[in-house]
Nanobody
Framework: VQLQASGGGLVQAGGSLRLSCAAA????????MRWYRQAPGKERELVAS???????NYVDSVKGRFTISRDNIKNAIELQMDNLEPEDTAVYYC???????WGRGTQVTVSS
């Protein structure tokens, strides 16, 4: 199984971006998936989780702005990021805890 992340880029504050993470070879098993981010000089931070039940969880700083979702047809998860702030600038990683897999990070840069 491999995690293939895409999306990210440069956006002005208040803008939106959408990240996607496809789980190639996962045979469409519904498992917990997570998005983390790591800003320069800071530790990696759990941003959002989605559980097999469909339940979700978010770090306080992104609640109401970010939405994690699952696309079962694409066998992928997505992170819709709205009303972005400069503090959201980081490398974002998707993670599958059950197999300990990490996707390649994707850079998100929010300019003020």
């Amino acid at each position: 199984v491999q995690l293939q992340a895409s999306g990210g880029g440069l956006v002005q504050a208040g803008g939106s971006l959408r990240l996607s993470c496809a789980a190639a070879g996962n045979r469409r098993n519904i498992v917990q998936m997570r998005w983390y981010r790591q800003a320069p000089g800071k530790e990696r931070e759990l941003v959002a989780s989605i559980f097999p039940s469909g339940g979700t969880n978010y770090v306080d700083s992104v609640k109401g702005r970010f939405t994690i979702s699952r696309d079962n047809i694409k066998n992928a998860i997505e992170l819709q990021m709205d009303n972005l702030e400069p503090e959201d600038t980081a490398v974002y990683y998707c993670h599958m805890p059950s197999l300990g897999l990490w996707g390649r990070g994707t850079q998100v840069t929010v300019s003020s």
